[in-house]
């Protein structure tokens, strides 16, 4: 089982990317998913997450209204949308799919990890 996370890169403050997470070995389709990212010298920081069919969302209060979690199961695929990125979102961001099909703001309920894709906003 391997989720594989891409569409990190080098930008500037103010811009968007768009990342993805790609699952492959085992659908994910009845699973929560979520996106959590660590900063370098910090701990792990949850971001977003959502439920199995894409019904409900919860963020985190530094991303809320600039990143989007969304999914498309029949690529068995996870994405975030992020917007106006600032200084501060420079870090290595992670998606996780989840042992339940709702979402969750905890890390150890996740159980599967992704290797992680490096996002850094320059000024």
């Known amino acids: 089982v391997q989720l594989q996370a891409s569409g990190g890169g080098l930008v500037q403050a103010g811009a968007s990317l768009r990342l993805s997470c790609a699952a492959s070995?085992?659908?994910?389709?009845?699973?929560?998913m979520g996106w959590f990212r660590q900063a370098p010298g910090k701990e792990r920081e949850f971001l977003a997450s959502?439920?199995?069919?894409?019904?409900?969302?919860i963020y985190a209060d530094s991303v809320k209204g600039r990143f989007t979690i969304s999914r498309d199961n029949a690529k068995n695929t996870v994405y975030m949308q992020m917007n106006s990125l600032k200084l501060e979102d420079t870090a290595v961001y992670y998606c996780?799919?989840?042992?339940?099909?709702?979402?969750?703001?905890?890390?150890?309920?996740?159980?599967?990890w992704g290797q992680g894709t490096l996002v850094t906003v320059s000024s």
């Open positions: 996780a799919a989840l042992r339940g099909s709702l979402e969750s703001r905890t890390a150890t309920m996740y159980d599967w």
């Open positions: 070995g085992r659908r994910f389709s009845n699973n929560g």
């Open positions: 959502i439920s199995w069919n894409g019904g409900s969302t």
